[in-house]
């Protein structure tokens, strides 16, 4: 499976971005989807997964500002970020794997490209 992620872009501190991923060659319903995020000379960190049946798992630190939606007839996942802070600077990746929405990144077998995210101060 290919996947696209969008949406990243240049934003203040306090606003609001919504980030995409397409999914392709094949269909992702039955897969745990999942974003994270990386900064140069770290590792890449887990923000949010969620099942085929829609349970959800989040990083402590973004529970209440992301939240993370799929529309299996898309075959997309979006993670929608409110109130975002300069340390919110990243690339941002969606991964995709089988079985449980999991945090580790290791066991995601399928990612994006990636989409930069800035936040201005």
């Known amino acids: 499976v290919q996947l696209q992620a969008s949406g990243g872009g240049l934003v203040q501190a306090g606003g609001s971005l919504r980030l995409s991923c397409v999914a392709s060659?094949?269909?992702?319903?039955?897969?745990?989807m999942a974003w994270f995020r990386q900064v140069p000379g770290k590792e890449r960190m887990f923000l949010a997964a969620i099942s085929s049946s829609r349970s959800t798992n989040y990083r402590d630190s973004v529970k209440g500002r992301f939240t993370i939606s799929r529309d299996n007839a898309k075959n997309t996942v979006s993670l929608q970020m409110n109130d975002l802070k300069p340390e919110d600077t990243a690339v941002y990746y969606c991964a995709a794997k089988t079985g449980a929405p999991l945090s580790g990144s290791k066991l995601y077998h399928s990612w994006g490209q990636g989409t930069q995210v800035t936040v201005s101060s």
């Open positions: 060659g094949r269909t992702v319903s039955n897969s745990a």
